[in-house]
Nanobody
Framework: QIHLQESRGGSVRAGESLRLSCTAS????????MGWFREAPGKGREAVAT?????????RYVDSVKGRFTISQDRPESTLVLQMDDLKPEDTATYYC??????????????????WGRGTQVTVSS
């Protein structure tokens, strides 16, 4: 089992940046990949970015955040980071960190699979 804890989100204005981090603990010695998801009010949870296992794991982004968000991982520290730049009001959502065993984490990752953090709120005002 993997336990995940996201950092605190925040409230920013459009065009500003915010950095989220997630620390994994528990049974992290096995191969696992990770990702960030978000859920806006009245909408379903969607994948934002995922990263495959390994030092050069493939990174995938949903189209709406390409060029603005960057996912990275510090394996020795079991930390996942989401750097969010040029934030927009439509990025407002609760953001969740997730992990699953195995090396491949597609954006089509089933929401019911893997391990999840409790979520952290990101609010972007215009």
């Amino acid at each position: 089992q993997i336990h995940l804890q996201e950092s605190r989100g925040g409230s920013v204005r459009a065009g500003e940046s915010l950095r989220l981090s997630c620390t994994a603990s528990g049974n992290t010695h096995m191969t696992y990949c990770m990702g960030w998801f978000r859920e806006a009010p009245g909408k379903g949870r969607e994948a934002v970015a995922t990263i495959d296992a390994g030092a050069d794991g493939i990174r995938r982004y949903v189209d709406s955040v390409k060029g603005r968000f960057t996912i990275s991982q510090d394996r020795p520290e079991s930390t996942l980071v989401l750097q969010m730049d040029d934030l927009k009001p439509e990025d407002t959502a609760t953001y969740y960190c997730a992990a699953r065993y195995g090396g491949y984490c597609p954006l089509s990752w089933p929401i019911g699979r893997g391990y999840w953090g409790r979520g952290t709120q990101v609010t972007v005002s215009s």
